[in-house]
């Protein structure tokens, strides 16, 4: 496991992280924002149980990001 | 732009589809990302995660710039096989410990990427790992084609 990002920010003054990495291609970061706020606040699944989906999804794949 | 890869058996709703395609789109023609490379890292996941749809269809970006079938059967042989040049191992090593074990990607391996497609390439092509991932498994677990 790296100590330090392997990609770097693409805003400036800003750290490495998921979304200034995202940054490095902002048409893709926007279109993926988008449909992801949209699984995220649609649907027939109700939010709590989403979160609860996503956090079990996190610590079965050790992402403690 | 490719057909969309979500398998129509999951009957999204249109507008979900529609913004799910926009990021293929982007995905695709927008990165930079050579689409024939990007083709052959997503067949080699879908290899891996035994995701036969997957394997048998072909994204329209790729086939345009010249995808070769003869390169594809020996996609298994990519890292002796001199059908493949250093970016696209690079990629595909990248793409095998990204479908393994994500905490198994070393600094190497990614900067091996880096070296070759830049940081907005190891980005695109990690973006696009996660959502051919998510493809091939929710093809598996709803066993649909």
């Given at each position: 496991?790296?100590?330090?990002?392997?990609?770097?920010?693409?805003?400036?003054?800003?750290?490495?992280?998921?979304?200034?990495?995202?940054?490095?291609?902002?048409?893709?970061?926007?279109?993926?924002?988008?449909?992801?706020?949209?699984?995220?606040?649609?649907?027939?699944?109700?939010?709590?149980?989403?979160?609860?989906?996503?956090?079990?999804?996190?610590?079965?794949?050790?992402?403690?990001? | 732009?490719?057909?969309?890869?979500?398998?129509?058996?999951?009957?999204?709703?249109?507008?979900?589809?529609?913004?799910?395609?926009?990021?293929?789109?982007?995905?695709?023609?927008?990165?930079?990302?050579?689409?024939?490379?990007?083709?052959?890292?997503?067949?080699?996941?879908?290899?891996?995660?035994?995701?036969?749809?997957?394997?048998?269809?072909?994204?329209?970006?790729?086939?345009?710039?010249?995808?070769?079938?003869?390169?594809?059967?020996?996609?298994?042989?990519?890292p002796t096989s001199p059908?493949?040049?250093?970016?696209?191992?690079?990629?595909?090593?990248?793409?095998?410990?990204?479908?393994?074990?994500?905490?198994?990607?070393?600094?190497?391996?990614a900067a091996a990427v880096?070296?070759?497609v830049g940081e907005p390439?190891?980005?695109?092509?990690?973006?696009?790992?996660?959502?051919?991932?998510?493809?091939?498994?929710?093809?598996?677990?709803?066993?649909?084609?």
């Open positions: 496991m790296s100590t330090s990002p392997r990609v770097g920010s693409a805003v400036a003054d800003q750290p490495a992280n998921f979304g200034t990495a995202l940054a490095h291609q902002p048409e893709l970061a926007k279109a993926f924002g988008t449909l992801y706020a949209t699984l995220w606040t649609q649907g027939a699944v109700d939010q709590p149980l989403k979160e609860l989906v996503r956090l079990r999804n996190a610590r079965v794949t050790d992402c403690g990001y | 732009m490719p057909a969309t890869a979500v398998p129509p058996e999951l009957d999204l709703p249109p507008h979900v589809a529609k913004l799910y395609d926009d990021l293929l789109a982007r995905l695709w023609d927008g990165t930079g990302f050579d689409p024939i490379v990007l083709e052959l890292c997503r067949l080699r996941q879908a290899r891996l995660l035994g995701c036969e749809a997957e394997m048998v269809r072909r994204t329209q970006d790729a086939v345009d710039a010249g995808l070769d079938e003869e390169v594809v059967a020996t996609l298994s042989s990519w059908d493949f040049d250093q970016r696209t191992r690079a990629c595909l090593a990248y793409t095998e410990a990204f479908v393994i074990d994500p905490h198994g990607v070393d600094d190497t391996t880096r070296d070759h390439g190891l980005v695109a092509l990690t973006m696009a790992l996660g959502l051919f991932d998510g493809v091939c498994r929710v093809r598996l677990s709803l066993e649909v084609t």
